[in-house]
Each structure stands twice: as C-alpha cells, then as structure tokens.
C-alpha cells in the first residue's frame, strides 16, 4: 500500500510565510513562518489560540493564499500543480461535513473516487474500526465515529501526505488509541503525517519532531525528547506554600538550590525543572521551612511540551482544559 514517491525533495518547506487577514487593525496570522517537513515523517504543530496553525495548514492544503513566502507541498507549488496535489495529498479537518443521508461505506467510496489510485472503501473502514457500521448512516452514527470517518475519507486515497488536524478531538480514550493505530500505520508505510493536537501525550507519542508556533512564528523545533531535554532536565517539581497572606514564595533562593535547572512562578506555584529530585525535594522542604513557610503542595511530575512552551513564552501552550480552538 506504500505509494510514496522516491524524491530528494522534503515533503513540505515553507520559507517567510506570511498572512494578513483585513481588519481594523489586521491581523498577521503568520509572521514570516518557516519549517520543512522530511519525507515520512509524523511531524507535529502545536501552538496556543491564534498562534497561525490553522492558517498554516490551510495554506498548505491549498485552502488559502499566502501574502508572502515559499509554499512546496511534495516539491511542487499550488499554482502551477493543483489537479495534481490534490490526487497526492489527504486532509482531515477539525470539523468535517458528511452528507448525513448515505451510509458510511457510501462516503467512502465517494471520496475514493476521487483519486485515481488508493485502497478498497472497506480497507479504509476496517483501517479505522468501521466496517460494522459500513452500511450505517452517517447521521445515526457517533461523534467519535463521525471523526473516524473522516480519518477514512482522508485516507482511502493513500496519499503521500495526509493532513491531519486534531483527529482525537473530544473522542473517548479507546477511539483516541485507534486513530493512533492509524498514524503509526501510515507512518510504517512512508506516507508523510502532519499533524495538529492540543493533547501533548499525543505529539509525545507519534510525531518524530514538533515545532512549537507562537504569534505566527516558529519558536521552536525538534524531536518531542530534544524539546523536553532542553528545559535542562526531565522532572518537574511544582511546590507551594504559605507564611503571609502577601508573602510570596522566595523564588530566586529555589532556583539558587543545587540541581535546579530552571525556575518560574505559576500563579501561587513554584515550578522548578531538575535531572536530580531526590537532590531537589529536601533542600525545598528544608528551604522554606527554615523561611518559615508552611507546605501547602509538593508534586513531581514528568517534564513537558507545555513546560517547554512556558519557558520559551512565560504563558501555557493551552489552558487547563487541555482544549482551545486556533486562528
């Protein structure tokens, strides 16, 4: 099933991309973004509300116009390879339109025909744990199943790039795994995976690199464990505590302690990144009550994307929700 075409050129390279929406004032979605994306790999967008993904992805997909910059998808340039493109790329949106009247094995083959080559509509369902509910209507199936759906749509062609924005959206955890599934077995098979998430276990667990988007720019990239490794170490320590009813934690002595890497605040919370916690957590506890200050929370954890993201812009990547919509 592997249709990739053998070329030295990247999957994708994008070079001063910008975008201006009209406005009073206009908005610069994307401020002279660049990234290349290799050849079958699972690379990975995250980026807080407004932080130009969307528009990126659009643009690449062939949706939008940039105002400024290079665009290759697969070598080629929208303007001049469009028909062409379109045969080699798939693209499953946020939110996809189906018909609702037709049954999902008819969508299927709808989308199938599109292409000139792909797989069998019902490879494409049991790709995506469907084939049950082929003859379903898709207005009498689930949102997770109307999601893998879409999934099917986007692959049923076997392009060589497929786009996919926040597939897992809202989907319970078994239906989340089985989208995994499918990247990891696109990925096996040489197709390039781009892909937008708000879940960090998820760009942690299938993309190869990442670049992390902020105010229309690239502020970040590499693989998930480069990203991690560079707050200078792989556990995060979040304490705080309380001896005034003003009195703030006194965060330049944490951060002066042996083996803590870095420091912030994060509202009452103090977040300390560390290789060595089992050097860290008793000079704190020792700290503080020596300052006179009384314990109210001490956590560790494992370091994150959204740590990286809080060092490089002082803001979470999403709220704590864990789900923000994008511009």
């Known amino acids: ?47 807080p509300n407004g932080a130009g993904k ?54 299927v083959r709808l989308f199938r025909s599109f292409y000139r080559r792909g797989i069998e509509p ?9 084939v049950p509910k082929a003859h379903a209507r898709v207005g009498k199936v689930s949102g997770g199943q109307k999601q893998r759906l879409a999934v099917a749509t986007a692959v049923v062609g076997w392009p060589e790039l497929v786009f996919l924005d926040e597939p897992t959206s ?3 955890p078994h239906s989340r795994r089985q989208i995994w599934a499918i990247v990891e077995t696109m990925r096996a098979a040489g197709t390039t995976v781009v892909l937008t998430t708000h879940y960090m276990d998820e760009a942690e667990r299938l993309c190869d690199r990442l670049a ?31 001896r005034g009813e003003h009195d703030r934690l006194p965060l330049d002595a944490l951060e002066k302690l042996p083996a803590v890497e870095a420091a912030s605040l994060d509202g009452d919370t103090a977040v ?17 009550t020596h300052a006179g200050y009384e314990l109210t929370r001490l956590v560790t954890r494992q370091a994150s994307l959204d740590d990286v993201f809080v060092k490089l812009s002082g803001r979470h990547l999403f709220d704590r929700r864990g789900v923000q919509g994008d511009a």
Not at 63 to 92: F, K, M, N, Y
Not at 123 to 130: E, N, Y
Not at 214 to 242: C, F, K, M, N, Y
Request: hydrophobic share 40%; charged share 25%; aromatic share 2%.
């Open 170 to 172: 809202g989907l319970d």
């Open 272 to 288: 300390l990144t560390t290789a060595a916690p089992h050097d860290v957590l008793p000079a704190v506890v020792s700290t503080l």
């Open 122 to 130: 019902l490879d494409a369902l049991d790709l995506v744990g469907l």
């Open 54 to 107: 969307t528009t990126t992805i659009e643009i690449l997909e062939g949706l939008l116009t940039p105002d400024a910059g290079t665009v290759e998808v697969l070598g080629r340039c929208w303007q001049e390879h469009e028909r062409e493109l379109r045969e080699r790329i798939g693209v499953s949106l946020q939110e996809t339109r189906l018909s609702e009247k037709l049954t999902l094995l008819e969508t």
């Open 212 to 242: 992390i988007v902020d105010g229309g720019v690239v502020i970040a990239e590499g693989t998930p464990q480069q990203l991690i490794a560079s707050l200078g170490g792989s556990t995060v320590v979040e304490v705080a505590a309380r």
């Open 1 to 47: 099933m592997n249709h990739a075409r053998v070329s030295d050129s990247p999957a994708i390279r994008l070079d001063g991309l910008r975008k201006r929406y009209p406005g009073r004032p206009p908005v610069e979605a994307v401020r002279g973004l660049s990234l290349t994306v290799e050849r079958g790999e699972c690379f990975g967008m995250l980026g």
